[in-house]
T-cell receptor
Framework: AQKITQTQPGMFVQEKEAVTLDCTYD???????LFWYKQPSSGEMIFLIY??????QNATEGRYSLNFQKARKSANLVISASQLGDSAMYFC????????????FGQGTILTVHP | KAGVTQTPRYLIKTRGQQVTLSCSPI?????VSWYQQTPGQGLQFLFE???????NKGNFPGRFSGRQFSNSRSEMNVSTLELGDSALYLC?????????????FGPGTRLLVL
């Protein structure tokens, strides 16, 4: 079975500062993908960034980067230069190679950006 | 390119009724997955369809069912609604080419069961 753990129910950050959202995962599969999604209050899930288990470089997408530490089974999201619009719920998710179309999600972290 | 669309966006039903939700994937995407989101249980996988076939299923009772049409549009049906079925139902689409593909989500359908 797969499991995603997000230990930070809520995080606060000052505008223009960087913030790290924690995510640890557990799986016995060697092939898996890790994803981060943002969910504003409107409810829609917005894809942010992806990291494959065989990728040696940490993924980056604009202000988002994924700090992938395979030995520690962690996949933390780093948001640089936070903006007020970044205030939302953030979910870490995993898909293993043998599981068609199934994302396993963590409980999420609510991020609040202060001006 | 248009995103994933879901209809209706909001729905109010009473216990014992049934409901059908619809999802139109991104053009060219052949895989559609459904999720239920509740405050207590979080996001849970319901099932996934590809080329009109269910390939994967989560741990939900048989009251939850789905199907996919030849144009990749998908519907999910919940029969004999219970209060606990109140949730945000999200569908997501991906190309369906294999591997750990990124899923793109629709805006969701908020179902309230009274």
């Amino acid at each position: 079975a797969q499991k995603i753990t997000q230990t930070q129910p809520g995080m606060f950050v000052q505008e223009k500062e960087a913030v790290t959202l924690d995510c640890t995962y557990d799986t016995s599969d060697q092939s898996y993908g890790l994803f981060w999604y943002k969910q504003p209050s409107s409810g829609e899930m917005i894809f942010l960034i992806y990291q494959g288990s065989y990728d040696e470089q940490n993924a980056t997408e604009g202000r988002y980067s994924l700090n992938f530490q395979k030995a520690r089974k962690s996949a933390n999201l780093v948001i640089s230069a936070s903006q007020l619009g970044d205030s939302a719920m953030y979910f870490c998710a995993m898909m293993v190679g043998t599981s068609y179309g199934k994302l396993t999600f963590g409980q999420g972290t609510i991020l609040t950006v202060h001006p | 390119k248009a995103g994933v669309t879901q209809t209706p966006r909001y729905l109010i039903k009473t216990r014992g009724q049934q409901v059908t939700l619809s999802c139109s994937p991104i053009s060219g995407h052949r895989s559609v997955s459904w999720y239920q989101q509740t405050p207590g249980q979080g996001l849970q996988f319901l099932f996934e369809y590809f080329s009109e076939t269910q390939r994967n299923k989560g741990n939900f009772p048989g009251r939850f069912s789905g199907r996919q049409f030849s144009n990749s549009r998908s519907e999910m049906n919940v029969s004999t609604l219970e209060l606990g079925d109140s949730a945000l139902y999200l569908c997501a689409s991906s190309p369906g080419l294999g591997g750990q593909e990124t899923q793109y989500f629709g805006p969701g359908t908020r179902l309230l069961v009274l």
